[in-house]
């Protein structure tokens, strides 16, 4: 499992499988899979200063803890 943070926030995900960019600049993250998965994806930013979550059906977020969340394909 690979780690990115946005703020005080974790997530976890399999880098085999998922790719991660994250754009600092503008405190967002963006999931896609790789060439087999392409209908997932998922970005994670903050709206009106809260954690946001805005996936498309293919994918599970799990909260591990508070700050703390994996990220898994649903293929």
Same mark, same amino acid.
């Given at each position: 499992?690979?780690?990115?943070?946005?703020?005080?926030?974790?997530?976890?995900?399999?880098? $085999? @499988?998922?790719?991660? %960019?994250?754009?600092?600049?503008?405190?967002? +993250?963006?999931?896609?899979?790789? /060439?087999?998965?392409?209908?997932?994806?998922?970005?994670?930013?903050?709206? $009106? @200063?809260?954690?946001? %979550?805005?996936?498309?059906?293919?994918?599970? +977020?799990?909260?591990?803890?508070? /700050?703390?969340?994996?990220?898994?394909?649903?293929?």
């Amino acid at each position: 499992m690979q780690i990115v943070n946005l703020g005080k926030y974790c997530f976890e995900y399999d880098h $085999d @499988n998922v790719y991660c %960019f994250f754009d600092e600049e503008n405190q967002r +993250i963006a999931f896609q899979p790789g /060439l087999l998965n392409e209908d997932f994806s998922l970005v994670i930013d903050f709206v $009106d @200063n809260q954690l946001t %979550f805005h996936p498309n059906s293919f994918v599970n +977020i799990i909260e591990l803890n508070d /700050l703390t969340y994996r990220i898994i394909s649903d293929y």
